[in-house]
């Protein structure tokens, strides 16, 4: 349902994604940036495009456009800035890959020796876990939060928690009844998801560029609640589709370590 890819990449050379990146100043106030992606088999999609201040005092940052969520710890980097091809598992089944918001971002970093950040994000709620919006206003709004800093010369770490809520509408998937025949279903109701990440990083006094090791983990739950429309061709000409209460819990997670010897 949530359209991320579930399965291993094909084996073998590819070429993967291409990305266009352009970004410049607008104004002493705001900057402009927009990534293009370019996909091997064909076709450009618009990945990130953005305005951002630049002068906004107190700590205080504004963003506006297209941009991945904040939430987490994975999902606001770029496929090319992971340690692995693939995203994990979750990310696929919750979020699609990767969730893009179009909306605004505000964003404060505490003045603070202690890491600090906190923002809120308000969107269309046009992708899962929501979908099938089809108005004006705020289709969903997501909320988080990070700390870090260092542990001596070696360490350093950072730890978040998350909260995303969409109100999908008519959010249709492809399934099959039955009979293996394939049709649509679709969503409406509400969708809670929380996230908790961490991350620890070492390398020898602060040095990355021999030798470093990375541990990171994040761990999701997504609660949905609404009805369900179902359709079943094995049914009645007439009746062939029921639309009922549906409840889910989903929880999911993953840990990861990459290790650089030399």
Known sequence: PSGGEVAPARRGFS???SELFMSANIDPYFRG?????IAPEGGIEVEEGYFQTLALENGLTLKGGRFFSGLGYLNEQHQHAWDFRDAPLVYKA??????????????WLAPTDLFM?????LAGGDRFPGGGNNKNGV???ALFGHVGGDIGDSYAWRAGASYLKMSPSNRTYQDVDALGNAVTNAFSGSAKLWIADAVLKWSPNGNATYRNFKLQGEYFRLKQD??????????????NSVTGALQTDQSGYYLQGAWQFY
Not at 33 to 37: L, Q
Not at 96 to 103: A, E, I, R, V, Y
């Open 139 to 141: 289709g969903g709004y």
């Open 33 to 37: 940036v927009v990534i293009a992606a």
């Open 15 to 17: 070429l993967g994604e």
């Open 117 to 121: 950040e906190v923002g809120a994000e």
């Open 94 to 107: 919750f979020l699609g890959n990767q969730l893009k918001q179009d909306g605004v971002q505000l964003k």
């Open 226 to 239: 609404g009805t369900l429309t179902y359709n079943d061709s094995a049914g009645s000409a007439v009746f």
